[in-house]
């Protein structure tokens, strides 16, 4: 009984492999290919990218998934996660997003859908959409923020961030709510 059992799964296996390759013999490469987007050129998961500059590394950016357009030099991203290196006053900033774009000439990134940035200070930045430019070292939006640190909380409209230089700009209606600091006595 177990040798019958057992030449049964054997051959079901064997029939399997069998339709199974007769399957994929029968669409040639260009009947496979015409099944992808026409404007997508290669599509990535689990993409990583970082940017150099003089042997430094200046950002990591990790995504679940990537489709790349070559005419346009333009990756469309999903889950998107951006790290910048030991930045003056910030130190390391890790940034969080839905979604994205990469623009590899221009060497910009466009984030946008529940957007959150965090630095190791323990501050962070909430809004939906988020511009950096690696060119300028800058971070920008027109959209409302939220920024959270354990000094103060700011709302407003419009930022702009100057990563080198550790300066933060909201632009309009702006609000902001001090906490006290608590200072310990020895």
């Given amino acids: 009984m177990r040798r019958l059992l057992a030449l049964l799964i054997v051959v079901s296996i064997i029939a399997l492999t069998a339709v199974i390759y007769r399957h994929l013999q029968q669409q040639g490469p260009k009947e496979i290919l015409s099944m992808l987007p026409e404007d997508i050129d290669l599509a990535l998961e689990n993409l990583?990218?970082?940017?150099?500059?003089?042997?430094?590394?200046?950002?990591?950016?990790?995504?679940?998934?990537?489709?790349?357009?070559r005419d346009s030099s333009l990756a469309k991203l999903d889950a998107v996660k951006l790290l910048f290196y030991s930045t003056e006053e910030f130190g390391d900033i890790n940034l969080r997003a839905d979604q994205g774009q990469l623009d590899q000439e221009k060497r910009q990134v466009d984030v946008w859908g529940n957007v959150i940035l965090e630095t190791k200070r323990g501050e962070q930045l909430f809004t939906e959409r988020l511009h950096y430019d690696d060119q300028a070292r800058q971070l920008n939006t027109e959209d409302s923020i939220r920024f959270l640190s354990p000094q103060m909380e700011l709302t407003g409209v419009g930022l702009q961030i100057d990563i080198d230089l550790g300066r933060m700009l909201v632009k309009d209606n702006v609000w902001m709510k001090l906490y006290p600091v608590n200072s310990e006595k020895k």
Avoid: F, P, S
């Fill in 48 to 69: 990583h990218y970082t940017q150099n500059e003089e042997g430094q590394r200046r950002w990591t950016l990790d995504a679940d998934k990537a489709e790349y357009q």
